[in-house]
């Protein structure tokens, strides 16, 4: 049921068009299956997304800056989700490879993440996992588990739709926000 809300709130405002990456070295060489992208990727189109791309790449940063950068360009979606990468192995390069490409930073994300992943596990606290913009292109790393991955996912889900709003120019509040604007403190 709160998927369907959240789908009719993205379908309201704009369908958001997002890539989903998979950053993962065993998964790039079919050594191991990919669970998180496919799983990402149901429960975006559950909150209403379009997912027009999903890949895997390898645990390699100038691979992973390349790809990300190509996607932002290209302009073919508003959001990119990667997912793995985020952990504290000598190959997790993936939020050293966000900072390197995106313009601003939004650590809010990650804190949120990590926040929420925290009520269920004390190892939510070893994610890197970062957000930030290129362009007009939300960034957003998730853990490579694909349980972690949905917990982060649905942590922050419904803010992507506004960061997209504001990236593409349409900075205007709604009654409610002017409203409390406006209220003396």
Do not use: W
Request: proline share 4%.
């Amino acid at each position: 049921m709160a998927a369907q809300g959240a789908e009719e709130r993205v379908e309201q405002a704009v369908r958001l068009r997002a890539a989903v990456l998979t950053i993962s070295d065993r998964c790039l060489a079919r050594t191991q299956a990919d669970a998180s992208g496919p799983a990402v990727a149901a429960r975006l189109a559950e909150h209403g997304y379009d997912v027009v791309r999903r890949e895997v790449l390898g645990d390699e940063r100038a691979a992973i800056e390349a790809r990300l950068r190509e996607l932002a360009e290209e302009g073919g979606c508003d959001v990119i989700f990667t997912t793995g990468g985020t952990g504290v192995a000598a190959r997790d390069v993936t939020p050293e490879a966000t900072r390197a490409v995106v313009e601003r930073e939004i650590p809010g994300l990650g804190e949120l993440m990590r926040a929420e992943g925290l009520k269920k596990t004390r190892r939510a606290a070893l994610s890197r996992a970062t957000a930030g913009t290129l362009g007009r292109t939300l960034i957003v790393n998730l853990p490579g588990s694909p349980k972690g991955a949905l917990e982060s996912l649905d942590a922050i889900v419904e803010l992507a739709p506004h960061i997209v709003e504001l990236l593409q120019g349409r900075t205007a509040h709604g009654p409610d926000e002017e409203r409390a604007a406006q209220q003396p403190e």
